[in-house]
């Protein structure tokens, strides 16, 4: 079993541009979750999916969207990215909604010129 | 939303127990506590988790005092691999959108 894959594992992009963050999981887990995390400010969750087919806003979705393509697959996408945007970005999936292990991807290094 | 409080870093040496205390004044009813550990350029990863009272496993215990207020992450006989950030999370089944991990606490052991 190869847990939570996240690609990529690093991406620069320009101000303005787009991108997806692609995340699977094969533990066939219920909920998925993105996080973002800052030097020195911990986890931020952006997005989660309770189940398949649901998507609910975390603390800080502005400016992403996502997808909940199946249910070992949760992509999030930055559409016009932007210079704040530059995290590194976690993916993370939990058998059900809440207080529940949670199992973490390597992450996914963004940087946004 | 429960809003949790811990202190930013820890020192300790190896061989010693380390006790890490989380505050969550705040905590709901439906609550479980939950402490991950993070080391650099790694994903958290879950180490215990509890309601009230104690819980125990192979790596860590968990005390929770009636109150539920705070908690208190225990690491006995600590080596230079539990150097890494400790994270404590308080969430409730359904409440997915209100996970918060918070700043944690950063433990350094040293010889």
């Known amino acids: 079993n190869a847990g939570v894959t996240q690609t990529p594992k690093f991406q620069v992009l320009k101000t303005g541009q787009s991108m997806t963050l692609q995340c699977a999981q094969d533990?066939?887990?219920?909920?998925m979750y993105w996080y973002r995390q800052d030097p020195g400010m911990g986890l931020r969750l952006i997005y989660y999916?309770?189940?398949?087919?649901?998507?609910d806003k975390g603390e800080v979705p502005n400016g992403y969207n996502v997808s909940r393509l199946n249910k070992r697959e949760f992509s999030l996408r930055l559409e016009s990215a932007a210079p704040s945007q530059t995290s590194v970005y976690f993916c993370?999936?939990?058998?059900?909604?809440?207080?529940?292990?949670?199992?973490f991807g390597p992450g996914t290094r963004l940087t946004v010129t | 939303l429960a809003k949790t409080t811990q202190p930013i870093s820890m020192d300790s040496y190896e061989g010693q127990e380390v006790n890490i205390t989380c505050s969550h004044n705040?905590?709901?009813?439906?609550?479980?506590i939950t402490w991950y550990q993070q080391f650099p350029s790694q994903g958290p990863r879950f180490i215990i988790q509890?309601?009230?009272t104690k819980v125990t496993n192979e790596v860590a215990s968990l005390f929770i005092p009636a109150d539920r207020k705070s908690s208190t992450l225990s690491l006995p006989r600590v080596s230079l691999s539990d150097t890494a950030v400790y994270y404590c999370?308080?969430?409730?089944?359904?409440?997915?959108?209100?996970?918060?991990f918070g700043t944690g606490t950063q433990l350094k052991v040293e010889l």
């Open positions: 993370a999936s939990s058998a059900g909604d809440g207080p529940y292990e949670q199992y």
């Open positions: 533990m066939n887990h219920n909920s």
């Open positions: 999916s309770a189940s398949e087919g649901t998507t």
């Open positions: 705040n905590i709901a009813t439906n609550d479980y």
């Open positions: 509890g309601y009230k």
């Open positions: 999370l308080v969430a409730f089944t359904g409440g997915g959108n209100k996970l918060t």
